[in-house]
């Protein structure tokens, strides 16, 4: 059988369920290696478009991986089926779509979209369009056929390099067509513009489309990942004035924003203010140092109040930059440092992972008394962070669940030290509430394995990532006397 050919590569029996409403169909995935072409596309919108009114319409997700290239009239006729869909008022429909090839461009995004228009979307509440070269007339007219929709909470425009024209022209299609007392995009939850090459200009618009006038207010706040973009710290103004609203707290509930080059200075300008309702910010690789560290750190009890997991990885913070992180919360009581009311206590997952934190880092990450999950990786501590650390997990932790200290390249004897500390229960640490370590990337053989059984003895529902053991071999070479 040639590859892309025959029954093993049609889409026929999928789109006969489809065509006669098979409801154990929840989702219609086509991948690569399937042949779908525009009879296909055609046939698909033909099944969508004739079925009845009132009825629960299956599938509601239909995925159509990248590879199948779609001529623009096949796309506009599927967007019309879709909002015939729409228009019916049915139940249930379609409300997830990922659709088109990498090369889509604009000329396909206007096809699909204009069939869309006249039902503001359709039901679509998901609709990823990421990697398809959409440039800025294909964010004109997603602007202008979703500013009113009350369906979409989730679109995906990542890996578009449509830079600040691209938000320029999405500016152009919110303002001719919304009305000024009307929140733009009233429905959004989840905005992804990760690797679109915008920067602080771009940021700037992007600001004004999401706060919108004085006298709106979103019902919902946004998850807005805008990772990989060159916004450096001039953007972070713009992030300001989404994260501190005056009237309502932040709009945004989840930033991501790794990659940025925000710096130390963007880290200072993200300090300022009140950021109430930010539950998740990722500001890892963005050339932050001990001195911004320690600004972040400053403002992490005031600035702060319902930040639950922080992502500052691959930043070199150094140990005085982790360690004064790490003083701005609350600490352990077993530490015999007294709690002061006034640090941190709502940050409970911290990733630090390849943030060159050294022993005295790793240390200081250990005496918190509010994480939940801690990442250590790749800080390359080596054995004399390990046995630093080790007595600090003697008989677990009373708040850590999940530890990583993955790829610190310590040796055996000091990850068999810091097993054999964890086994070693206090008398008050039946308490602990480790249950899950990863310590591959450490040296890990025969010896490392008679801890972890010891371990295990002590704690079974205790869970161990490591390395396959590595047996020190004995064999000679035959050549050598």
Request: aromatic share 4%; net charge negative.
């Amino acid at each position: 059988m040639a590859w892309g050919s025959g029954a093993f590569n049609s889409c026929d029996k999928l789109l006969e369920r489809v065509e006669k409403n098979d409801p154990t169909l929840k989702e219609l995935v086509i991948l690569p290696m399937k042949t779908f072409g525009a009879k296909d596309l055609e046939r698909l919108s033909n099944a969508i478009g004739e079925l009845d009114e009132q009825v629960d319409v299956f599938p509601s997700a239909v995925a159509i991986a990248s590879g199948h290239q779609l001529p623009p009239s096949s796309l506009k006729a599927f967007g019309s089926a879709l909002s015939i869909q729409a228009q019916k008022q049915q139940k249930f429909g379609i409300t997830s779509l990922a659709i088109g090839s990498k090369d889509m461009g604009d000329e396909g995004v206007n096809a699909l979209c204009q069939g869309l228009a006249p039902s503001n979307g359709a039901l679509l509440q998901h609709l990823d369009l990421g990697w398809k070269e959409i440039g800025k007339d294909g964010l004109y007219e997603i602007g202008r056929t979703f500013v009113h929709s009350t369906f979409l909470t989730q679109l995906d425009l990542s890996r578009n390099d449509f830079g600040n024209d691209g938000i320029v022209q999405l500016s152009k299609a919110v303002v001719e067509h919304h009305d000024d007392d009307a929140v733009a995009f009233p429905a959004l939850e989840q905005l992804i513009l990760s690797e679109c090459n915008i920067d602080s200009a771009g940021m700037d618009v992007l600001a004004k489309i999401l706060l919108g006038q004085e006298n709106t207010k979103r019902s919902k706040r946004i998850h807005l990942a805008i990772g990989s973009n060159p916004i450096g710290s001039a953007g972070c103004h713009s992030l300001v004035q989404l994260l501190s609203c005056t009237d309502h707290g932040s709009i945004i509930s989840h930033l991501q924003a790794a990659q940025c080059s925000i710096g130390d200075e963007g880290v200072g300008i993200l300090s300022n203010g009140c950021h109430q309702h930010v539950e998740i910010m990722d500001i890892s690789d963005n050339s932050i140092t001990k001195d911004g560290a320690k600004k972040f750190a400053q403002s992490l009890s005031h600035s702060w109040p319902d930040l639950v997991e922080l992502k500052i990885a691959k930043n070199e913070l150094g140990s005085d930059g982790v360690s004064a992180i790490l003083a701005s919360l609350v600490t352990r009581s077993d530490t015999g440092e007294s709690t002061d009311s006034e640090k941190n206590s709502t940050l409970k997952n911290l990733d630090l992972s390849y943030t060159n934190c050294g022993a005295e880092g790793a240390k200081a990450a250990l005496t918190s008394g509010g994480l939940h999950t801690l990442r250590l990786f790749g800080n390359t501590i080596g054995s004399d962070g390990f046995d630093a650390i080790a007595p600090l997990l003697q008989g677990g932790h009373p708040s850590i669940e999940n530890l990583d200290l993955g790829g610190n390249n310590a040796e055996e004897e000091s990850v068999v030290r810091l097993l054999d500390s964890i086994a070693d229960k206090k008398d008050d640490s039946t308490h602990s509430r480790l249950v899950v370590l990863e310590i591959g990337g450490n040296k890990f053989g025969d010896m490392a394995m008679e801890a972890l059984t010891r371990l295990q003895s002590v704690w079974p529902e205790l869970d161990v990532a490591h390395d396959k053991p590595v047996e020190e071999s004995g064999w000679k070479d035959e050549d050598q006397d």
